[in-house]
């Protein structure tokens, strides 16, 4: 079992940044693939951005198209932690944040079906 816990979220002023993290714990080395999701009120969970690594080494970083190279997804192996640093907030980026683990390498990553484990999500709250 893998168990995923989000922090790092909160309230932010517009075009500022924050961090938000993923502890990993459990058994963390069957994990091959990890993405966050964000989902805001009324609207469907959203694909933010992935990450895939093979044992130390990181294999690849996925981003969905609104990013435009605002978010950086960044994983630290001693700290079995996955980040998602947010920069240049606007308040459309207001959400609740999630993490997703899955144990295979998934083409289809952008799709919250292809992920087994989540988290609890954190609040990320962007004022104008």
């Known amino acids: 079992q893998v168990h995923l816990v989000e922090s790092g979220g909160g309230l932010v002023q517009a075009g500022n940044s924050l961090r938000v993290s993923c502890a990993i714990s459990?058994?963390?080395?069957?994990?091959?693939?990890l993405a966050w999701f964000r989902q805001a009120p009324g609207n469907e969970l959203r694909f933010v951005a992935a990450i895939e690594w093979s044992g130390w080494s990181d294999v690849a970083t996925y981003y969905g198209d609104f990013v435009k190279g605002r978010f950086i997804i960044s994983r630290d192996t001693a700290e079995n932690t996955v980040y998602l640093e947010l920069n240049s907030l606007k308040p459309e980026d207001t959400a609740v944040y999630y993490c997703?683990?899955?144990?295979?390498?998934?083409?289809?990553?952008?799709?919250?079906?292809?992920?087994?484990?989540w988290g609890q999500g954190t609040q990320v709250t962007v004022s104008s």
């Open positions: 997703a683990g899955s144990s295979e390498s998934n083409s289809y990553y952008t799709r919250a079906s292809s992920y087994k484990y």
């Open positions: 459990g058994r963390t080395f069957s994990l091959y693939q």
